[in-house]
């Protein structure tokens, strides 16, 4: 779970960025406050990358996404990349935690001895 949750939000900090560069067009907002607001966020998404296994990480991950949305205030076409990263975190919450699952699995399977593959084709290893 953790590389795919981690994947969704560094493309998050980048589309952040790039939110912030189309926010400082608008006349009625400070450079400052854009860059605040954005800083805290992309910091956010870096933080979120460590803490994403931790108790309370995953729904600080859907804080950020419902921030994320709401940023279609300021920069409309937010309201778009919001929703399909939301979409994105979703997955990747629910798709990483069926590969953790599968790979535990495996890893009981192959400490008790009875995962082991057997032989391609059904031939011994030769020695030679």
């Known amino acids: 779970m953790r590389t795919l949750c981690s994947s969704t939000l560094i493309g ?3 589309v952040i960025g790039f939110a ?3 926010a400082m067009k ?13 800083g805290v966020a992309m910091a956010l998404c870096v933080l979120l990358c460590g803490m994403v296994t931790r108790p309370g990480g995953v729904q600080l991950g859907w804080a950020l996404q419902i921030a994320l949305i709401a940023s279609g205030v300021v920069v409309p076409m937010m ?3 919001g929703a399909m990263f939301a979409a994105l975190w979703w997955a990747s919450v ?3 935690r069926k590969i953790d699952e ?5 890893a009981a399977m192959a400490e ?17």
């Open 112 to 128: 008790s001895g009875a995962g082991e593959p057997a032989e391609a084709g059904g031939a011994a290893p030769s020695g030679g």
């Open 26 to 38: 608008d006349p009625d907002l400070q450079t400052s406050t854009v860059w605040t607001v954005c």
């Open 94 to 96: 629910h798709f990483g």
């Open 102 to 106: 599968a790979k535990a699995r495996f």
């Open 79 to 81: 309201f778009f990349m």
């Open 20 to 22: 912030g560069l189309v």
């Open 12 to 14: 998050e900090f980048f």
